[in-house]
């Protein structure tokens, strides 16, 4: 890749029950030298267990640190309204003097839309749903009053308040794994987490057919034929696996056996653009190989793994 995109790192702090828990997850990633801080947007505890309110902790450690990112990994459109979600997003960049990136997703769990008395209306109405709220988003950003006309979403003459420090507005990430979904991210998104797991049936299935090299590659072709001249700058993420192994193939093996993956050979398991098992070198090396072949810079980890990937955040980002 002629002008490959440095590496970074980001943190998923999903098993901060407290504001101690939570501020000692960001100040150990920021002392680390993870790039961001990153929440889901769940309010039943499965799949991901229990998590704390996206927008408020990230307030909270974005107050508490400096140099930290903070960012949603990834906000369901259908939980906030745009209008509401752009002056929230707006503060927080002011507040915290620009460190702020918006992850957007269209929703996926049933269970969870059913629990709150949300309609759970089909993929094609939740996706019209979230393209018409990234216009909105975006124009309220804008300089100057905003108005719109959709299907889902009415704007009229708007004159949003305050605007985000980072212009035209703060990196939009987008999660995706289907064809529209990524169509939409090549037009409008900053960052683009590719999905490796499958949300279609309005739940989470751990599929390993979207991690294949074959499926990956599919997608990221996908969003460069769609993005066209802008492909060059949109940061490709994807949240891995890292597992420090003397033995990769006996680990690939059982790594297989735990999520029951039957039919498919350690081989297949490390070829996996997620997945990366093995020495400390042989991990670097693997990075920037898959940066050169499919362009992911930017990896997100669990937070139970973050001590585990510092040697890889200390020899790799910014490189």
Not at 18 to 25: H, I, K, P
Not at 112 to 123: K, L, N, R, T, V
């Given at each position: 890749m002629?002008?490959?995109?440095?590496?970074?790192?980001?943190?998923f702090g999903e098993n901060a029950r407290?504001?101690?828990?939570?501020?000692?997850?960001a100040h150990r990633a920021e002392d680390t030298g993870f790039s961001t801080f990153l929440i889901r947007d769940h309010f039943i505890e499965e799949p991901f267990g229990h998590q704390l309110a996206p927008l408020a902790a990230l307030a909270t450690v974005a107050g508490a640190t400096s140099r930290l990112r903070v960012g949603s990994l990834v906000l369901s459109n259908d939980y906030r309204h745009p209008v509401m979600l752009a002056k929230e997003i707006a503060t927080l960049d002011v507040l915290s003097s620009g460190r702020v990136e918006l992850g957007l997703g269209a929703g996926f769990s049933q269970a969870?839309?059913?629990?709150?008395?949300?309609?759970?209306?089909?993929?094609r109405v939740r996706v019209d749903?979230?393209?018409e709220s990234i216009h909105v988003l975006k124009g309220l950003f804008s300089e100057g009053p905003l108005t719109f006309s959709g299907t889902h979403y009415a704007v009229t003459r708007l004159d949003a308040f305050p605007k985000p420090v980072q212009r035209p507005h703060p990196p939009l990430l987008i999660g995706a794994?289907?064809?529209r979904m990524l169509s939409?991210?090549?037009r409008e998104a900053d960052i683009i987490g590719f999905q490796t797991v499958s949300t279609a049936n309005g739940m989470m299935t751990n599929d390993p057919g979207g991690r294949l090299p074959q499926a990956v590659t599919q997608r990221v072709e996908q969003?460069?034929?769609?993005?066209?001249?802008?492909?060059?700058?949109?940061?490709?993420?994807m949240v891995a696996t890292v597992v420090f192994a003397e033995q990769p193939r006996q680990e690939a093996e059982r790594f297989a056996r735990e999520r029951g993956w039957e039919g498919l050979s350690a081989e297949q398991i490390l070829k996996m653009p997620s997945v990366f098992i093995g020495s400390t070198d042989h991990i670097?090396?693997?990075m920037r190989a898959r940066r050169e072949q499919y362009g992911f810079s930017y990896y997100v980890v669990l937070d139970r793994a973050m001590a585990q990937a510092a040697p890889l955040v200390s020899r790799l980002a910014g490189t």
């Open positions: 002629a002008h490959a995109r440095p590496f970074r790192f980001g943190v407290s504001r101690e828990a939570l501020l000692d997850t969870e839309y059913d629990g709150a008395g949300i309609p759970f209306d089909p993929p749903r979230l393209e794994a289907g064809k939409i991210a090549a969003v460069r034929q769609i993005a066209g001249e802008r492909f060059g700058r949109i940061e490709l993420s670097v090396d693997e």
